[in-house]
């Protein structure tokens, strides 16, 4: 049983260009979050979603960021028109129902943006 | 809004040199109290859920305990291979949309020397 998949583990971007970065939940899993983790930042919440549903965007910037997660297919974190700023490492983590925080987290995608 | 912090942001130390660290936290309605470790390039991998005031969880040479206002991760008589960094986080109460994601602190990067 495969953990959460996250492609591409990286991804070179420069300014001005889209990201789209994609995660595979863990088999059975229904519920997918994204969190962001900048350089000597800890790991921020972005947004939880469930299948066809945005459950809690609440951690997203207003601009140029958006997710989805369809009925079938992974998940989807896309980023319009990147800025250094963006470049981080994106980790997305899956759990079959409201786990209460006992997510499986994939390895992440780290953006550079250039 | 949730708060959590960690410390020592590092710590060295030997061998079999037993430590703890810190995991302060402010929150109202606390749901649940999450320890994870994080290998260099990985994602977060799930430790302990401490979820009241009291409550001690172990699994081999660490140990996690809760208070209302701290956490504490306890390693006995660490080897080379615990070396990673921590990471504390918590979840708060529910919003309106539905559950949402951990509120992560910065992690205390632990090495371990032969």
């Known amino acids: 049983n495969a953990g959460v998949m996250q492609n591409p583990r990286h991804l070179v971007r420069r300014r001005g260009q889209e990201a789209r970065l994609r995660c595979s939940p863990m088999?059975?899993?229904?519920?997918v979050y994204w969190y962001r983790q900048l350089p000597e930042e800890g790991l921020k919440f972005m947004v939880y979603l469930q299948k066809e549903n945005i459950i809690d965007e609440s951690g997203m910037p207003k601009e140029r960021f958006s997710a989805e997660f369809p009925k079938e297919g992974p998940s989807i974190l896309r980023i319009q028109q990147v800025v250094r700023g963006d470049s981080a490492a994106y980790f997305c983590a899956s759990s079959p129902a409201i786990s209460g925080g006992q997510d499986t987290f994939g390895s992440g995608t780290r953006l550079t943006v250039v | 809004e949730d708060q959590v912090t960690q410390s020592p942001e590092a710590l060295r130390l030997q061998e079999g040199e037993s430590s703890s660290l810190n995991c302060s936290y402010t929150?109202?309605?606390?749901?649940?109290l999450f320890w994870y470790r994080q290998d260099p390039g990985k994602g977060p991998e799930f430790l302990f859920t401490l979820y009241s005031a009291g409550e001690e969880k172990e699994k081999e040479r660490l140990k996690a305990t809760l208070t209302k206002k701290e956490s504490f991760l306890h390693i006995t008589a660490p080897k080379p291979e615990d070396s990673a960094t921590y990471l504390c986080a918590v979840l708060g109460p529910f919003s309106g949309g539905g559950a949402d994601g951990l509120t992560f602190g910065k992690g205390t990067h632990l090495i371990i020397q032969p």
């Open positions: 088999k059975g899993h229904s519920h």
């Open positions: 929150v109202s309605g606390l749901r649940g």
